[in-house]
């Protein structure tokens, strides 16, 4: 369960004290490489918590460096999907809107660029899906780069939030 949100001291001031009760639930799944080349969701075990859980994945830092990361995104969460649905026993649907994305804007640790054309591919798809939860790796870095370090900026040609712009639009 990531509760590390929850931790800082204002979080619950800044949310009440519903919203982030709301943001226990919330599950964050790593992605990993399988021996045939497959994005596939890691989990770390599962809450057992059937009714308002939603599992996100980080679909970067996981070798994609030179490859379409909007694609491998797509491709990470309809594992994450296919996971939820086998574990559950959910429709596709039921499986889609128990899911989410977080993704990481520009330049990744592992060379991995996500840009904001692939923020607008994820968007789509979390669009079409009805995805629980979309979100990025961070706010902090939606800017192009004036020499500060990698995580005040994010690597790669863009005006300040444009990342931030392609997400904001997400309804659900």
């Known amino acids: ?38 994005v596939i969701p890691s989990f770390g075990g599962w809450s057992g918590n059937k009714l308002e859980s939603s599992w996100t994945i ?3 830092d996981f070798g994609g460096a030179g490859q379409n990361m909007g694609q491998l995104t797509i491709r990470a969460a309809e594992g994450l999907k296919n996971t939820v649905k086998s574990a559950y026993g959910y429709s596709d649907d039921q499986a889609y809107r128990h899911s989410g994305i977080s993704s ?41 780069c004036t020499g500060g370090g990698a ?9 300040p939030w444009d990342f931030t712009r392609v997400f904001a639009q997400y309804g659900g």
């Open 151 to 159: 995580d005040t900026c994010s690597g790669v040609s863009q005006q």
């Open 104 to 144: 990481m804007n520009g330049i990744t640790d592992n060379s991995e660029t996500v840009t904001v054309d692939d923020f607008r591919t994820i968007l789509g798809y979390a669009q079409q899906k009805h995805l629980a939860r979309l979100t990025f790796w961070s706010v902090n870095r939606d800017r192009p």
């Open 58 to 60: 980080m679909p970067f």
């Open 1 to 38: 369960m990531n509760t590390g949100l929850l931790r800082g001291s204002g979080i619950r001031g800044l949310l009440g004290a519903a919203a982030a009760a709301a943001l226990i639930d919330q599950q964050t799944v790593n992605t990993v490489r399988s021996a045939g080349g497959d």
